[in-house]
């Protein structure tokens, strides 16, 4: 497979996840809690605040986001592992450490820190955490943005 067929599929599955957290965002949430914007780091009030799925299909939107972002996660692996392996310079590839240990670790860190990310979503009682769902998703969605920046920054000097 030729590396514009990886960036292409890597490119893609960045889109693909994008669109698929688009689609989880809780956005009666978002547009309630902008309203309260001054407050959003206020401790929140007991009781359930959260706020239900929009537009009577709330369970369709998550498991299709949710199965948008697991196709786009699943492609994205084996493409970046493939142009890691073919991008590494030729001096990493003489050390001990291969790169394919290298992103066994790297998703092993991400795994830590997406952990790390749910326990204290979740111990928080901020207003902006009244949704745990937009409290996990909103972030990612910007790290795609941030992600497909470095696909077109860094990787196209393989084309």
């Keep these: ?9 890597l ?12 689609f989880m965002i ?5 547009f309630s809690l902008a309203g309260r914007f001054s407050s ?6 007991d009781g ?7 537009w009577k299909f709330g369970a369709f939107q998550y498991v299709i986001g949710l199965t948008f972002t697991f196709i786009g996660l ?3 692996e084996g493409a970046a592992q493939a ?12 050390v001990s450490v291969h790169v394919s240990s290298l992103a066994v670790f790297l998703s092993f860190t991400g795994r830590i820190f997406a952990d790390g990310q749910i326990f204290f979503v979740e111990l928080s009682h901020k207003l902006i955490n009244v949704d745990i769902v937009n409290s996990l ?6 790290a795609c943005f941030v992600g497909l920046y470095f696909v077109k920054k860094h990787y196209f000097f393989l084309m």
Aim: proline share 8%; aromatic share 14%; no cysteine.
């Design 1 to 9: 497979m030729a590396n514009f067929d990886f960036l292409f599929l």
């Design 11 to 22: 490119q893609r599955s960045l889109h693909v996840i994008s669109w698929g957290l688009f």
């Design 26 to 30: 809780n956005w009666v949430s978002v």
């Design 40 to 45: 959003l780091l206020a401790e929140r009030p």
């Design 48 to 54: 359930p605040m959260a706020h239900p799925y929009d």
């Design 74 to 76: 699943t492609s994205l």
């Design 83 to 94: 142009l890691a392996s073919k991008a590494s310079p030729s001096r990493l590839s003489s």
């Design 137 to 142: 998703v909103v972030p990612v969605f910007l």
